[in-house]
């Protein structure tokens, strides 16, 4: 037996499809090793970021992705953009302090980044 699904029921199960392939929200981060130190030491010990953006109040959000900037990655030809992946957005200061630490992307790298 053929079963029939009716424009109404398609037009449903499409809504349904769209409204769960919303893109994640990020998520804070509360405990990492480089909240309230120098953004200096997060770049020695992960690379720079890709995109800073300069706020008016004298403070900046530095975009960070694990594939940008790595030379491990680049020198070995690793591709880190697939499952183990990161993306990050860190607040500093005026004077360069991490304020803020926001997961844009989540994967197990996450985890090892921010220690």
Same mark, same amino acid.
């Given at each position: ?15 349904? !499809?769209?409204?769960?392939? %919303? ?6 981060? !509360? ?9 200096? #030491? ?11 953006? #300069? ?20 020198? %070995? ?18 004077? #360069? ?19």
């Amino acid at each position: 037996m053929k079963r029939f699904i009716g424009p109404l029921t398609a037009v449903i199960l499409l809504s349904l !499809h769209a409204c769960s392939s %919303t893109s994640p929200q990020s998520l804070p981060v !509360h405990k990492s090793l480089y909240l309230g130190k120098r953004y200096m #030491k997060f770049v020695m010990d992960n690379g720079p970021s890709y995109r800073d953006e #300069k706020l008016p109040d004298g403070s900046t959000i530095h975009y960070w992705r694990s594939d940008f900037g790595n030379l491990i990655a680049v020198a %070995t030809g690793r591709d880190d953009s697939g499952e183990d992946y990161c993306e990050l957005a860190i607040r500093t200061n005026p004077a #360069k302090i991490v304020e803020k630490i926001q997961i844009l992307q989540e994967s197990l790298r996450c985890n090892g980044v921010l220690k």
